[in-house]
């Protein structure tokens, strides 16, 4: 049996809280909340959808492509980040994009493009659409005459396999199950896994950067491009499949965020690896979250590189099954074709380094993924009950991370005194961490978004102010522009902004993303 | 005693082979190649230089920062190629630059580009002068007035050092050397060891992105940058320090690679390590390059990341002392702070795969190392004897490796026949190798430069056609420039350019390099 997609919320419809399970969860999490108000909110149906009309009209030539239908323009209104689900819930649709188109391959492509060009559209990549930070929502500047969505799903195939170099050629829309399904006969895996794994395609973590499993080395989709090809306006943009090159500025980083502003990532040639058959799993705990943080520091700095190298601090692990106030790093190595003993050494040393009472198992981390993967439908659930939840992410220097955390967490207690505020770590560097915050707080009725948007550039403006990134993994998209604009030399913006115009000379790729 | 730097060929002029250790060397160099005649050439003296007039005089509010003597001029007219020291051994100085020119700090920078970009001067950043592309050869296009060589070397400092995140500051006219011995008393190091480490400075490495010491995960440069600063005509460019972050396209690798055509390199926030003091090390040996081929390939895919994992077919190792008449891959493990098991483990699990007769020690490593520091001498001394004698690299996919090695070699065997022709990897990925090849051949009296860019030219061909890199690590230059332009996308190079003229509206960074 197929599963359907919601339209408004995280994933499958299947795959959400009940009515009841929602009731249930709302009562803990109110009452960890000191006795916070629900304001429970309906599920919203298709039929009830109220869109503006289509402003412009497909040509006859790509009809076939496009649809206005209503389901598939509120479906590609909005990503998935906790304001498009308020949204969703509002019934608010002020700028959902007027069709949605499905090309069947580069050709069609290239025809939408052009026609988008000509006509002054909006042309908006989407992969699969789980974009946090509106990177896929066409509210685009003054001047166009419409926005088109351009899903990728029908570019979803497995092109090429080279077993010896291991890599994998793909279209931009295949979907992380659908490549890994084909990757395991073979024995081999990309292994990146973003929490959006299933509903996320390669076009989109190449465009937005995403960040995966590992906690160290291959933290990142960039390291698993081999090479890509984007289809601009104006033309194709192919890179040479080379296991690295000094022949000038890397050409596929002009690609990897470039976030669908200069073309739609059409193709890629990806590193892949032999399935993990050996493991090294166990976790560490502290007293402290700044224990923690020192130990997960020496971890990074070992040379260990540990492929889950995962800190918790104590009301994270507490929510999620992992820990009872105390902090807790979780550990794990993972090889293929390597003696068990290479990584139970590796566990050992990386353990030893933690000072604190550790354990060589995996049963926090089963604990800590199983929560995982649900988050995002939990965080649907407490949506629909009128509570504020949403999640941030950043990356800093190790010696600027406690001064940042404690600014972060005074900042949304400023806004939302009642907040919860965890935090963990995703991904560990040698020269630091990458935290990663939720936030839950009560609502207020009718007041959500606005609640959440407070909260976000408060704590957006104290980590922007305390050294971090407005993002590690999450993107720009159209939400963090503001802190991007400071965070970003103004000469890069300026030579990114000429790149464009060389590749997208009439401005319709992806407007009001990324760039001003 | 401070040693001599040699204006015209490698390092320091007390360190070259002496008269009669070139003899004894010509000999069996001579031998190998068949009895091939040598044809001795006078080492050129600072008194003989003779230049062509400067064309341009310096504003009077600049003369103390530059000079238009002859030595200086020579110096900073060619980098350290084969083809460079040729044209030193020949006299010829059709493009030396006009001037050299001395900033102290920033101010002095800004105010030496302001006047180049008024008086459309050539302005070719020079860090220590080891480039083996033309990077440093101040050829410009026509419509220049002149050309000034811009010696960072004044500019050297180490600003400032973070040990908790572990980084350090540095000016980027910092030599090798110097860094390392700033960074020694805290127990740090960089360990990025290019072979031209004591001639070579960080802001030269970052604009070229270099390669170093390690085999894997830190191959280049691009991987210790945390940060950069670069003074272009338009001003500052800098990025945050930051681990790691996903928003848009990586800033730093616009600079990285960029090869003083955007700007000059003036600072960068580097992420060192702790002293290694915990090794292992063995070595494996193979009848065939094929089969020690198919090893280091799978020791690059083991997931175990030796610091150093480096074949060199049987001939390579002959002649560095490594082996006889067979391949040998050298492996090594390194890190600080941990059990001396997890290393031992790790070469134990890595000599398994090999298949092949191992043994654990640092023998033959030691061997290598030794000939590998003198390789850049022994290259002169072999110039002045009338040989042709130069390396190149590249770097390829495990798939089509086979096939390019082959042509490769068939190709400097087609314009010279009696080559002797070597292969190295320098650095291995789990999708391809670095393979470095070393071409020695007979000299004809007064055309070794004729003969050498022949064979250059028909292995460029041949390892570009086969799927391969310009270049690993020697970068682009001016020498690189016809096979770059095939290699990189179109569009990227119009993005490029597009940045360019943000960055250097006048055009006046070093003009002819990189870019057409």
């Not at 590609?76 to 509002?90: N, P």
């Not at 289809?231 to 596929?252: C, H, I, K, Q």
């Not at 130990?295 to 800190?311: I, K, N, T």
């Not at 305390?466 to 890069?492: C, K, M, N, Q």
Request: aromatic letters at 8%; glycine letters at 10%.
């Amino acid at each position: 049996m197929t599963k359907t997609r919601s339209f408004w919320g995280w994933g499958y419809e299947e795959d959400a809280l009940s009515a009841e399970e929602r009731a249930a969860v709302g009562l803990v999490v109110a009452d960890r909340l000191g006795g916070a108000e629900l304001y429970p909110r309906p599920v919203p149906h298709v039929g009830e959808l109220s869109l503006p009309a289509a402003r412009v009209q497909p040509p006859a030539a790509l009809a076939s492509l496009l649809t206005d239908g209503p389901l598939s323009r509120a479906a590609h209104a909005y990503g998935k980040a906790f304001r498009d689900v308020v949204r969703h819930l509002d019934g608010q649709y002020p700028h959902p994009p007027d069709l949605v188109a499905f090309p069947r391959d580069e050709a069609d492509l290239e025809r939408l493009l052009a026609w988008c060009a000509d006509a002054r559209v909006g042309a908006i990549p989407y992969g699969a659409g789980s974009s946090v930070v509106g990177g896929v929502e066409p509210a685009v500047p003054d001047g166009y005459s419409g926005t088109v969505s351009i899903d990728l799903g029908r570019m979803n195939a497995v092109i090429e396999l080279d077993e010896t170099a291991r890599a994998v050629r793909v279209q931009g829309g295949i979907l992380g199950p659908a490549l890994e399904d084909a990757l395991r006969p073979h024995g081999l895996t990309l292994r990146h896994f973003p929490q959006s794994f299933e509903f996320s395609s390669v076009g989109g973590w190449i465009a937005t950067r995403s960040g995966g499993h590992h906690s160290t080395l291959r933290t990142r989709i960039d390291q698993f491009v081999e090479s890509v090809r984007m289809l601009t306006p104006s033309g194709v943009f192919e890179t040479r499949r080379l296991p690295s090159s000094g022949a000038g500025p890397d050409p596929n980083s002009l690609v990897l965020g470039s976030e669908g502003t200069l073309g739609v990532v059409t193709e890629a040639w990806l590193r892949v690896q032999p399935r993990p058959d050996v493991r090294a799993r166990g976790s560490a705990r502290f007293e402290t979250f700044a224990a923690g943080v020192e130990a997960a520091r020496r971890v990074a700095q070992s040379g260990l590189y540990p492929a889950e190298c995962r800190l918790l601090d104590p009301l994270e692990a507490e929510l999620n099954g992992a820990g009872q106030g105390e902090a807790v790093l979780l550990l794990g190595f993972e090889a293929a074709g390597l003696p068990a003993s290479v990584l139970e050494e590796q566990l050992r040393s990386a353990l030893a380094l933690c000072g604190a009472r550790t354990e060589v198992s995996a049963g926090a981390a089963s604990s800590w993924r199983s929560s995982f993967l649900r988050a995002p439908y939990l965080r649907d659930a407490l949506a629909l009950l009128g509570l504020v939840v949403e999640t941030f992410e950043t990356a800093v220097t190790w010696d600027r991370f406690v001064v940042l955390h404690e600014r972060v967490v005074a900042a949304a207690r400023e806004v939302a005194p009642a907040a919860l505020v965890t935090c963990r770590f995703t991904h560990v560097y040698a020269d630091g961490p990458a935290p990663y915050f939720t936030v839950i707080a009560p609502g207020r009725d009718g007041e959500q978004l606005r609640q959440w948007d407070a909260i976000k550039a408060a704590c957006s403006d104290a980590l922007s102010a305390a050294g971090g990134t407005i993002t590690h993994h999450h993107a720009v998209g159209r939400d963090h522009r503001p802190w991007y604009g400071s965070e970003a030399p103004a000469l890069f913006l300026d030579a990114l902004s000429a790149a464009k115009r060389e590749l997208d000379p009439r401005g319709v790729m992806n407007p009001g993303a990324l760039l001003p």
